[in-house]
């Protein structure tokens, strides 16, 4: 890739990323306080390996210290178009930066890069705007809450209504099970997204996930008292946090309050090894998955998506509430799950 330095004063200069810079990188993401789990540099290998997508990342120095980086992907898509996206299949992303001055000078060379790549729009996931005058997209909003330090505290923080579903399936005889592999979560993983009419991530993704990130990536299963999976949940970790983040269950699942009760299990094991935020994950407003959480008793916080339109004048709506994928959802709710499962990577790939 030819690319010249950008810079913004004499001592500050973004550049491409090279193998060199992992562990700077690594520990730059371990301090930064803007930093997310999406911003590890595992993500980088992921993102190569499971969906062949070409990366850019990005690096900003002032002198010889390393003070911003910006990972990104190239997605190029008959279906969805071309784009540079930080990070695709990723809720957060974007730059992150412990110099005023390295945001900026991250999001112009992006903003080149993208250019340069022939991509029709350049995308930032921000939890907070930093971009103001660029396009944004206001559908998702983010959940998170504190951990309190007593498990009966966390439990009568539970609104009223859904702590009753969490003991209804502590009554039912519920238990939570750690995974060694994701083969329980994917069945249900994909069994659900099939019901809703959506293409499945393809399983290795998320073997892949595990292998790579090791304890910080957790697979959580519910069973029902004959042992049978009912629920299940892959979850990060990152400083202090836990973060679910993608999940699948069996339609009895809504009879034995099992949802309710792996989100418990998840927060009461997080307590017990002293993590301090629950972050229940990005969803769209006016959905299901949106009620659900605010039940719990969690506030929206909207998320910024910021782009930078190269090609058009319109933000990308890529996501199953768009109206003119419903026949397409239908149609995909009428296929056998093995087919579903075997087409559905190719689709969803392209998508993030």
């Known amino acids: 890739m030819k690319m010249s330095l950008s810079e913004v004063s004499p001592a500050l200069t973004v550049r491409p990323y090279t193998a060199a810079d992992r562990d700077r990188w690594t520990a730059f993401v371990e301090r930064c306080p803007e930093a997310t789990f999406f911003h590890r540099i595992e993500w980088k290998d992921v993102i190569e390996r499971a969906f062949r997508h070409r990366t850019h990342y990005l690096v900003a120095e002032r002198e010889t210290e390393l003070v911003g980086v910006l990972p990104l992907a190239e997605v190029k898509s008959f279906l969805f178009g071309h784009s540079l996206a930080s990070l695709p299949f990723c809720v957060y992303g974007g730059s992150a930066a412990t110099d005023p001055g390295a945001a900026a000078a991250l999001h112009a060379a992006a903003r080149d890069l993208a250019r340069e790549r022939g991509a029709s729009h350049l995308e930032l996931r921000h939890r907070e705007a930093k971009e103001p005058d660029w396009p944004r997209q206001d559908l ?30 502590i009554q039912r005889g519920l238990r939570a099970e750690f995974d060694a592999s994701v083969d329980r979560f994917f069945a249900l993983y994909a069994d659900n997204v ?7 991530l393809p399983r290795r993704y998320f073997a892949l996930l595990k292998e790579t990130f090791g304890d910080a990536c957790k697979v959580l299963t519910v069973v029902d008292p004959q042992g049978a999976p009912v629920s299940s949940v892959l979850t990060f970790y990152f400083r202090g946090e836990v973060l679910p983040y993608y999940a699948g269950d069996h339609e009895r699942a809504r009879e034995l309050a099992a949802n309710d009760f792996k989100y418990w ?8 090894r002293g993590y301090r935020v629950f972050d229940y994950g990005r969803s769209k407003q006016g959905t299901g998955s949106f009620d659900f959480k605010k039940n719990w008793g969690f ?31 239908a149609a995909w709710r009428r296929l056998p799950i093995g087919l579903a499962n075997a087409l559905g990577p190719y689709i969803v790939r392209s998508l993030g």
Request: hydrophobic letters at 35%; charged letters at 30%.
């Open 140 to 169: 998702y909003v983010t959940f998170r809450k504190e951990i309190l330090p007593d498990v009966e505290a966390n439990m009568l923080a539970i609104p009223r209504k859904q702590r009753a579903m969490v003991r209804k399936g």
């Open 299 to 329: 506030e929206p916080t909207p998320l910024a998506y910021e782009y930078a339109l190269l090609q058009g004048d319109r933000i990308p709506e890529n996501n199953p509430l768009n109206p003119k994928y419903r026949a397409f959802i």
């Open 194 to 200: 099939h019901r809703h009419g959506t293409p499945a």
């Open 265 to 272: 299990a998840l927060l009461e094991d997080g307590c017990e």
